[in-house]
Nanobody, 128 residues
Framework: QVQLVESGGGLVQTGGSLRLSCAAS????????LAWFRQAPGKEREFVAE????????SYADFVKGRFTISRDNAENTMRLQMNSLEPEDTAVYYC?????????????????????WGQGTQVTVAS
């Protein structure tokens, strides 16, 4: 079993920054790609960013527009999402997830079903 725990959410003003963390316990994450998703009230969960097993490959949703950076530290079994220039539209619960494969393989595989373990989420609220 794998347990994922997100932290770092909170309330921030428009243009501000937050850094989310995802810590894993139970089993190592180093053999799997990892991802961040988010879900705003009344909307479906959507892909935000993902990172390959060794951290060398990353991909982002178009709406990120260079504002977010995903990273991982396999020695610490953690993943992070640095979010800058936050906008009210970024308000959502952010989830980390383990992908079923080690690699990121294109936009067709950014679906929730392509991930097998999820954290409980951390709330990010961006005030206008």
């Amino acid at each position: 079993q794998v347990q994922l725990v997100e932290s770092g959410g909170g309330l921030v003003q428009t243009g501000g920054s937050l850094r989310l963390s995802c810590a894993a316990s139970g089993r190592t994450l180093s053999s799997y790609a990892l991802a961040w998703f988010r879900q705003a009230p009344g909307k479906e969960r959507e892909f935000v960013a993902e990172i390959g097993w060794n951290g060398r490959s990353t991909s982002y949703a178009d709406f990120v527009k260079g504002r977010f950076t995903i990273s991982r530290d396999n020695a610490e079994n953690t993943m992070r999402l640095q979010m800058n220039s936050l906008e009210p539209e970024d308000t959502a619960v952010y989830y980390c997830a383990r992908k079923r494969t080690p690699f990121i393989t294109g936009s067709s595989y950014r679906r929730a079903v392509d991930h097998d373990y999820w954290g409980q989420g951390t709330q990010v609220t961006v005030a206008s």
